[in-house]
T-cell receptor, first 113, second 114 residues
Framework: GESVGLHLPTLSVQEGDNSIINCAYS??????FIWYKQESGKGPQFIID?????DKRQGQRVTVLLNKTVKHLSLQIAATQPGDSAVYFC????????????FGTGTRLQVTL | NAGVTQTPKFQVLKTGQSMTLQCAQD?????MSWYRQDPGMGLRLIHY???????DQGEVPNGYNVSRSTTEDFPLRLLSAAPSQTSVYFC?????????????FGDGTRLSIL
């Protein structure tokens, strides 16, 4: 079936550096993607989303890039801070309907001082 | 605003016991859903509801029942708990079904079945 996956299970970056978290998707019909952040013991928290008619979207210190040609998403975090340490998920509509979401397994971001 | 509230936060059950995981949202969201989160598996959809009185199955519905009698509440029932149901359960909601919107998650119920 269709799937959403992440390239790296763990990413370690130094405080102040930029972080890039990648995500691949397989459903070429997907038209909406979401990035979530999950801190230990908490539920996923919405970070940013992007629709397929966009290549790039920026938020506060975060940027999501969408490459539909190779079905790839990335989340860039500028000037990474200790509070950014968490697991990051990408998600896409499940089987083409926005009523459901398929989640990747997550990338753990570790920020070192 | 409380958002999505889940109770209890932790629970230990014996095999064969039943229980209900509670979920309530105060945002008047039409769409609510239940996920389970297991190591290396990501979040998997159990059941969802597009409005009061309407529920449907997700990816992994076996062993779970849901009902949606009000907009606010969406309880998840385990009729006869099995060790395979040991997991972290998340409830989520969003304003409307069928539109590209992010979901709001509760902080989860950590369930252990012995």
């Amino acid at each position: 079936g269709e799937s959403v996956g992440l390239h790296l299970p763990t990413l370690s970056v130094q405080e102040g550096d930029n972080s890039i978290i990648n995500c691949a998707y397989s459903n070429s019909a997907s038209d909406y993607f979401i990035w979530y952040k999950q801190e230990s013991g908490k539920g996923p928290q919405f970070i940013i989303d992007i629709r397929s008619n966009m290549d790039k979207r920026q938020g506060q210190r975060v940027t999501v890039l969408l490459n539909k040609t190779v079905k790839h998403l990335s989340l860039q975090i500028a000037a990474t801070q200790p509070g950014d340490s968490a697991v990051y998920f990408c998600a896409e509509p499940y089987t083409g309907t926005a009523s459901k979401l398929t989640f990747g397994t997550g990338t753990r971001l570790q920020v070192t001082l | 605003n409380a958002g999505v509230t889940q109770t209890p936060k932790f629970q230990v059950l014996k095999t064969g016991q039943s229980m209900t995981l509670q979920c309530a949202q105060d945002m008047n969201h039409e769409y609510m859903s239940w996920y389970r989160q297991d190591p290396g598996m990501g979040l998997r959809l159990i059941h969802y509801s597009v409005g009061a009185g309407i529920t449907d199955q997700g990816e992994v519905p076996n062993g779970y029942n849901v009902s949606r009698s009000t907009t606010e509440d969406f309880p998840l029932r385990l009729l006869s708990a099995a060790p395979s149901q040991t997991s972290v359960y998340f409830c989520a909601s969003r304003p409307r079904p069928g539109f590209n919107q992010p979901q709001h998650f509760g902080d989860g119920t950590r369930l252990s079945i012995l």
